[in-house]
T-cell receptor
Framework: SQQGEEDPQALSIQEGENATMNCSYK?????LQWYRQNSGRGLVHLIL?????REKHSGRLRVTLDTSKKSSSLLITASRAADTASYFC??????????FGQGTRLTINP | DTAVSQTPKYLVTQMGNDKSIKCEQN?????MYWYKQDSKKFLKIMFS???????INETVPNRFSPKSPDKAHLNLHINSLELGDSAVYFC?????????????FGPGTRLTVL
């Protein structure tokens, strides 16, 4: 079963705007990770947030986690053309297996 | 220096053939993975090895056989290829097992079965 589900499936914004992507999951987690995938490339780890954290920042990225709602959001501020990519959340199923969602395709228009 | 490398990048083959994909990581990681990404971008774990030992074996047809000759290498052999095997296959590695570890992905191998 799909553990993490991203929303929206696709998002198109103008350069300079903020982009927000959401992830919902079904079971309890110890942590949640966000990854980026550029077209034709492998995934790149962006950030990990633990279940006892509510918010985490890394450069222009801000991740929130609401364990009561079983959801997380990824905010990219002041978007750039280079941010165009697919973004995936990943949650742990058991101790060893990461389960990825389908991803949000983000397009930044110049 | 490429951290996780895969060969080949593209693989086009006929149904029924047998093919292999190779993966190497130079990060000194203990754990390696194979994932399959379908045309809808769903990424699913297939196998995971820790220090050459198989630790995750998802519901994958037994036509798929992973082999880890050492902890830096994890190869994937596929027998009797089928149309449904067409996908992008990603190798990944992490320092250790456990879902709290960041995974490093290779560039992917796009397999097309005709």
């Amino acid at each position: 079963s799909q553990q993490g589900e991203e929303d929206p499936q696709a998002l198109s914004i103008q350069e300079g705007e903020n982009a927000t992507m959401n992830c919902s999951y079904k079971t309890s987690i110890n942590n949640l990770q966000w990854y980026r995938q550029n077209s034709g490339r492998g995934l790149v780890h962006l950030i990990l947030i633990r279940s006892n954290e509510r918010e985490k920042h890394s450069g222009r990225l801000r991740v929130t986690l609401d364990t009561s709602k079983k959801s997380s959001s990824l905010l990219i501020t002041a978007s750039r053309a280079a941010d165009t990519a697919s973004y995936f959340c990943a949650t742990g199923q058991g101790a060893q297996k990461l389960v990825f969602g389908q991803g949000t395709r983000l397009t930044i228009n110049p | 220096d490429t951290a996780v490398s895969q060969t080949p990048k593209y693989l086009v083959t006929q149904m029924g053939n047998d093919k292999s994909i190779k993966c190497e990581q130079n990060l000194g990681h203990d754990t390696m993975y194979w994932y399959k990404q379908d045309s809808k971008k769903f990424l699913k774990i297939m196998f995971s090895y820790n220090n050459k030992e198989l630790i995750i074996n998802e519901t994958v047809p037994n036509r798929f056989s992973p082999k880890s000759p050492d902890k830096a290498h994890l190869n994937l052999h596929i027998n009797s290829l089928e149309l449904g095997d067409s996908a992008v296959y990603f190798c990944a590695s992490s320092q250790a097992t456990g879902v709290g570890n960041e995974q490093f992905f290779g560039p992917g191998t796009r397999l097309t079965v005709l």
